[in-house]
């Protein structure tokens, strides 16, 4: 089991640019969620799915953000354009139902310059 | 109002010793899940112990343990003979509802503990 795989591990970009994140989650999982952590604001729920669709997007900040889940194997998070404030380690986590666990990836560090 | 509160930002033991983090939730379900995971400066979130809020017994995984006091609403988590390579960021957190796996996790701000020797 390789567990949830992020990429890139580190993303460097300008303002104004197209960010993409991308997850993989454990095979079999049903549940995949993202989490943005930042020191002033912790762990924030962004957006989770449940076989691929879309169930709570409430914490994407803003239209800029968008996430989707085209299979059960793959998901992104795209940041178009990309500001300053956006920076900050963004984590995948997929769990099953059934399991009470969630396991993270190892985050996306992003900084917009 | 904040559902998971850790009112420790920092916290300091020696090795060997036992330390608890301290962790208070709020939540109207009956049914919901406390979890604590450690985060070390390399970032991972690894998973360290869950407890169910019908769990009769404080759950424990090896050198870990969680003070659960429902009444309380309190999940403080109890690490046994610290070790050098537990200094890091831990967060308490908690899922809502029936499902287990359907809901998300709400963290709590964190404590970082520094473990010497």
């Known amino acids: 089991d390789a567990g949830v795989i992020q990429s890139p591990r580190h993303e460097v970009t300008e303002m104004g640019q197209e960010v993409t994140l991308r997850c993989k989650p454990i095979s079999g999982h049903d549940y995949l969620f993202w989490y943005r952590q930042t020191m002033m604001r912790g762990l924030e729920l962004l957006i989770y799915?449940?076989?691929?669709?879309?169930?709570?997007d409430s914490g994407m900040p803003e239209d800029r953000f968008s996430a989707k889940m085209p299979n059960a194997s793959f998901s992104t998070l795209k940041i178009q354009p990309s500001e300053p404030r956006d920076s900050a380690v963004y984590f995948c986590?997929?769990?099953?139902?059934?399991?009470?666990?969630?396991?993270f990836g190892s985050g996306t560090r992003l900084t917009v310059v | 109002a904040q559902k998971i509160t850790q009112t420790q930002p920092g916290m300091f033991v020696q090795e060997k010793e036992a330390v608890t983090l301290d962790c208070t939730y709020d939540?109207?379900?009956?049914?919901?899940?406390l979890f604590w995971y450690k985060q070390p400066s390399s970032g991972e979130m690894i998973f360290l112990i869950y407890q169910g809020s019908y769990d009769q017994q404080n759950a424990t995984e090896g050198r870990y343990s969680l003070n659960f006091q429902k009444a309380r609403k309190s999940a403080n988590l109890v690490i046994s003979a610290s070790q050098l390579g537990d200094s890091a960021m831990y967060f308490c957190?908690?899922?809502?509802?029936?499902?287990?796996?359907?809901?998300?996790?709400?963290f709590g701000k964190g404590t970082t503990l520094s473990v010497s020797s």
């Open positions: 799915f449940n076989n691929n669709v879309p169930i709570d």
């Open positions: 986590a997929s769990s099953l139902e059934g399991y009470y666990g969630y396991t």
């Open positions: 939540t109207s379900d009956p049914s919901y899940g």
């Open positions: 957190a908690m899922r809502e509802g029936t499902r287990q796996a359907g809901t998300a996790l709400i």
